[in-house]
């Protein structure tokens, strides 16, 4: 649910700084993402004997709840953040397995029955090699059931966001600065998984907009995380008032989301 810290984006002169995320606020804040999993969760139609991987864990919230639609199951969970890791395995204990990895690399133990992730895939930059590898993690007739922002997911707060990074103290940091974030479309990304080996590929978008009832902080923690690892911490605060002075207050997201319904081809055992 968290996302890959490790995609920063490229800026002029290589990579810009990873930082872990902040695994406590974004536990405490994620009520937005941990609303749409579950709506998700919905969707899945478990028997409860599955194995399940969470792609993109985050800390732990919604794993719970999916490890409970298991009981007689087993549950991975793999998440890019050691800050989220550790703030899943602290949660959850002996009850999932936990694994800190790079999604695009994924490697399990064991093939799933089911892989599951929420708004994660979008801080992917390659979907086409992060397909194969859950492609490869699944047994064949295996489901993916998965939702992350999609083709113009809050673009109104981005260009926001663009505005304040290339203007006064800000812009020597993000001169030559990419984003890392992939909001592709519903038809891309269905030809992707196709290519990827999936069947019965469904995808559409879907707009979500969300007020925000504690905008300082989720900006800080969610939006505006990346952003921030180009600045020194005496300005990291300048750049949130800055954005949020242009956004307004109260802050709606214009939120899209993308949502993805496939099958690995060949038959379940």
């Given amino acids: 649910m968290s996302g890959e810290p490790g995609a920063t984006g490229q800026r002029a002169g290589g990579p810009a700084r990873a930082r872990d995320w902040d695994a406590a ?152 600065w990419q984003g890392p974030w992939n909001y592709a479309r519903a038809e891309i990304t269905a030809e992707r998984l196709a290519a990827a080996g999936f069947v019965e590929v469904e995808t559409w978008l879907e707009p979500r907009p969300t007020l925000l009832s504690d905008a300082r902080s989720f900006v800080a923690t969610v939006c505006l995380v990346r952003h921030l690892d180009l600045l020194p911490d005496d300005l990291h605060e300048p750049f949130i008032r800055a954005v949020l002075a242009r956004t307004g207050l109260p802050l709606t997201l214009d939120y899209v989301r993308l949502n993805m319904d496939a099958r690995r081809a060949g038959e379940r055992r």
């Fill in 25 to 176: 606020t974004y536990d405490r804040i994620s009520g937005v993402q941990e609303a749409w999993a579950h709506e998700q969760l919905a969707r899945l139609s478990l028997q409860g004997d599955e194995t399940v991987l969470d792609a993109g864990c985050g800390s732990g919230r919604v794993t719970a709840a999916l490890a409970e639609l298991v009981p007689r199951g087993r549950v991975f969970a793999v998440d890019a953040s050691p800050a989220m890791v550790a703030h899943t395995r602290a949660r959850l204990g002996s009850r999932v397995t936990v694994l800190c990895q790079d999604l695009a690399e994924l490697t399990l133990p064991e093939p799933v029955d089911v892989i599951f992730s929420n708004a994660t895939f979008h801080w992917i930059g390659d979907h086409a090699k992060l397909f194969r590898a859950l492609a490869k993690a699944l047994r064949p007739g295996g489901r993916l059931v998965a939702q992350c922002g999609g083709h113009g997911n809050i673009e109104s707060f981005r260009r926001a966001a663009d505005a304040v990074a290339s203007s006064g103290e800000f812009a020597a940091y993000f001169r030559g």
